[in-house]
């Protein structure tokens, strides 16, 4: 995926900038940069607004969905630092967080963590296009000489960098905020196509990595329902496989056996009915593995009795886990029925313990 060509501008600096990319930090500063320019084109951006909307926008990825920047990575360290500190709900809304942010900036803690992403950020951002003068050059007098060549070449169409740094704000060269706008959804595209491949290194076994780049939006579990509904108005006391408490079609919720946030779907072989106080309290924690062969038992069950009684169409989603059709997988037997489905599951709890998720939830009365 390359950037869209510019007759007048060198769009190879602003391809640099994302080459051999060790840290997510770049992609997170230009998206924001984006954000702006689309609400306030010809204005000044402050730096540390931005910093504030870089935070508010990775927050999801790292806080809520665990994903990993790699053990280096300074902006994800300060993530967890500030939810550590400050314990916002893991599902704050974006603008709320970054509401609260800029309000609490002069935090002590907050303007810490400000202070240090703003040290290296704006000035290794635009870098490329300063490589000869800078070569050589301690790192402790950079941000002071590309400050100051970042202003001298300002007007300077073939060789202006994408902004300069004056007065703790950015302020976007007249014919890159032309070129921004102008290729704004490609853009954000291009960032985040990359920042996914980034992503996909440091987490090579997480599920689903290009839905856990925003915030979840409201989950529909319509045919979920109508496919529990239907098991369990020709079961009779089924129980709950947690806790054993029987179960019907007024008293249940959906319970995503895998929590929602490690593996971001609502295929039905992750789904299983509970009472609404056990879901509750079982929240986006990892089941202990002592409940899989219900799991796998419930889903048997459940498998057969539906397949008799609505459309294929509402059981694809076990195709996905079985690497059969659907007539097939009728035909499998329980013991491998339920030895497949926890061939898939067992791998995946460890991953997510991995990452960060609480494991072995069991249900205590």
Known sequence: MKLPYSE????????????????SYKYYWFLSILDFIKLNP?????????????????WYPINYFKLSFGELDQFSIFILKLQNNFSYPMDIKRQELKLDLI??????????????????????????????ETAGILDTKK?????????????NESSASIYRIIDGSIEINNLWEQYLIKHLPILQ????????????KKNPNVP???????????????????????YLESKINLKCIYSDEEINTDNYSIDHFLPWSFVAHDQLWNLVPVPHQINSSKGDKLPSQRYIEKLGEIHFDAFHIVWKTLKEKNLEDYTTL???SISDIARIEKPMFIRTLSENIRPL????TNMGFIPNWSWRN
């Open 349 to 352: 709890i460890q991953i997510a």
């Open 208 to 230: 689903s990595i290009s839905e856990k780049l925003f915030q979840p939006e409201m989950r529909a579990l319509k045919s979920a329902r109508l496919y529990w509904d239907t």
């Open 103 to 132: 309000n609490r900036k002069d935090d002590r803690e907050i303007k810490h963590i400000i202070a240090k992403l703003s040290r290296y950020v704006p000035y290794r951002f635009i870098s490329p296009w300063f490589i000869d």
């Open 322 to 324: 079985f690497k059969e």
């Open 189 to 200: 595209s291009f960032s985040y196509w990359n920042l996914i491949k980034f992503l996909q």
């Open 8 to 23: 007048y501008l060198p769009i190879e600096k602003l391809s640099a900038v994302f080459n051999s990319t060790t840290n």
């Open 143 to 155: 941000n002071a000489l590309i400050t100051s060549l970042s202003n001298q070449y300002f007007t």
């Open 42 to 58: 010809g204005k000044n951006i402050p730096i540390d607004h931005i910093v504030i909307d870089m935070i508010a926008t990775a």
